[in-house]
């Protein structure tokens, strides 16, 4: 790596409101690009969700910048047991700023409500908090690329870190990679708990995929994740 890289990777980790570097000796601490590396593990030892706000700023750090209307931070309750990670946002959520308030959000909304009050939950979807693995719109809602996604989870790692839920749902492929790191396809994850740091991950459809199946097998699935995550949060 040469002095000029060095640096911008400095610079990179300072804006992030990180003032101390220690190098590991895998291959994310050499290689931040690396394809299948999501959310490395840096923060600063004093944070909170504004300060994270404030660090990402007007971001210019990855070219989702170029396209973009508005940067989607996330939205909910901040000290939620519950957090839900997608992928990124879409028309309606760049147009607002919001999280899933499109027509993938009115059914992760559904879900979550509707779940909730069949199961004697008294929570909303206002109980939970909502966020991205990539902050910016991807152009024609094309899936995150790998720098993309690593770029932006520094922010993730550390709302995830701030907020540390009870639980993390993670809603489809692009947010499952984020958070396992894993190669495996969602069909064999989904319904299952994993770990990620030491918080519980519970793997599940993204809604959007859910709008396009016409057979009900995967929404009956994605219901009984639910059903599941929802009991193990706040039973
Ligand atoms: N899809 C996502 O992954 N996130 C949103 O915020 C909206 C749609």
Not at 13 to 42: E, Q
Not at 47 to 67: A, F, T, V, Y
Not at 105 to 118: E, F, P, R, S, Y
Request: aromatic share 8%; hydrophobic share 35%.
């Amino acid at each position: 790596m040469t002095r000029e890289q060095i640096r911008s990777y400095l610079e990179f980790y300072r804006d992030l409101g990180i003032d101390s570097i220690y190098r590991r000796s895998d291959a994310l601490a050499t290689c931040p690009a690396k394809p299948d590396v999501a959310l490395p593990d840096l923060a600063p030892k004093v944070d909170g969700l504004d300060q994270i706000r404030l660090d990402i700023g007007d971001c210019k750090r990855c070219r989702l910048s170029e396209k973009r209307t508005n940067i989607v931070f996330g939205s909910g309750n901040e000290t939620a047991k519950l957090v839900f990670v997608g992928e990124g946002p879409g028309a309606d959520e760049d147009e607002q700023g919001l999280p899933f308030v499109g027509r993938a959000g009115q059914l992760l909304t559904q879900m979550i409500d509707n779940t909730a009050a069949k199961e004697g939950i008294p929570i909303t979807r206002a109980e939970v908090y909502i966020c991205n693995v990539v902050k910016c719109r991807p152009p024609e809602n094309r899936t995150p690329q790998p720098d993309e996604m690593e770029i932006c989870g520094q922010f993730l790692y550390r709302q995830l870190m701030t907020i540390r839920p009870k639980a993390i749902c993670a809603l489809g492929s692009t947010a499952m990679k984020a958070l396992l790191n894993s190669k495996e396809g969602i069909t064999r994850l989904r319904g299952k708990w994993h770990k990620w740091r030491d918080i519980p991950v519970m793997i599940t459809y993204h809604p959007s995929y859910l709008l396009r199946q016409y057979n009900q097998t995967a929404r009956r699935e994605a219901w009984e994740d639910l059903k599941a995550l929802l009991h193990f949060v706040y039973d």
